[in-house]
């Protein structure tokens, strides 16, 4: 099972940030956060990931809370091609875990 | 360049058919995955193989088989196949080898675009 918590759906203005929450509260310490995304009909293409310090690149920031329970995937800019279904996922690799995706939250910007 | 290539995009048979998906990648990963993804459902693992040998196997049916032949290059055959297995199948590659540690970066999985399976 996912170990992660979304809500179900989010709107977005385009031009404005939009904020995507997630719930990971029985995160361990050497479990890492993911975000991958998937447009309409199209594979999942990685986003950002982070263990517990804050992280941009040129796609997204993610911010990790201090107890790790819980993190935000920032998109500073949402554009109409930003609409797609959000996942974050927990995820350890160097065993046996494998990449669990939950439900996700679908994202829709609008104009 | 992180490009998957997954063939053919849409693919219609009949359940006595025997198929193959394919799937290629040229960033010397050494690790690709097979996904089986139902509409409005999440991707959910089939298979992974690291370093050309199968390292997992989700209790997938014997009617689908991977296969490996090279560190570029992934099948999925498929025989007998019934209409509950349309789905969209995802192929995916990341550069380190199966149940290794190392960069974080490294574990990054790169999606294709997928097949569309429909099994009339």
């Known amino acids: 099972d996912a170990k992660t918590t979304q809500p179900t759906s989010m709107d977005c203005a385009e031009g404005r940030a939009a904020n995507l929450p997630c719930n990971h509260s029985t995160i361990s310490g050497n479990e890492y956060v993911y975000w991958y995304r998937q447009i309409h009909s199209q594979g999942p293409q990685y986003i950002i990931h982070g263990l517990k310090n804050n992280e941009t690149n040129e796609m997204a920031s993610l911010i990790i809370t201090e107890d790790r329970k819980s993190s935000t995937l920032i998109l500073p800019h949402a554009t109409l091609r930003d609409t797609a279904v959000y996942y974050c996922i927990v995820y350890f690799k160097g065993g046996s875990e494998k990449l669990v995706f939950g439900k996700g939250t679908k994202l829709t910007v609008n104009p | 360049d992180t490009e998957v290539t997954q063939t053919p995009k849409h693919l219609v048979m009949g359940m006595t058919n025997k198929k193959s998906l394919k799937c290629e990648q040229h960033?010397?990963?050494?690790?690709m995955y097979w996904y089986k993804q139902k509409a409005k459902k999440p991707p959910e693992l089939m298979f992974v193989y690291s370093y050309e040998k199968l390292s997992i196997n989700e209790s997938v049916p014997s009617r689908f088989s991977p296969e490996c032949p090279n560190s570029s290059l992934l099948n999925l055959h498929l025989h007998a196949l019934q209409p509950e297995d349309s789905a969209l199948y995802l192929c995916?590659?990341?550069?380190?080898?199966?149940?290794?540690?190392?960069?974080?970066?490294?574990?990054?999985?790169?999606f294709g675009a997928g097949t569309r399976l429909s099994v009339l």
């Open positions: 960033m010397g990963h050494r690790a």
């Open positions: 995916a590659s990341s550069q380190q080898g199966w149940g290794t540690s190392g960069s974080r970066a490294k574990n990054i999985q790169y």
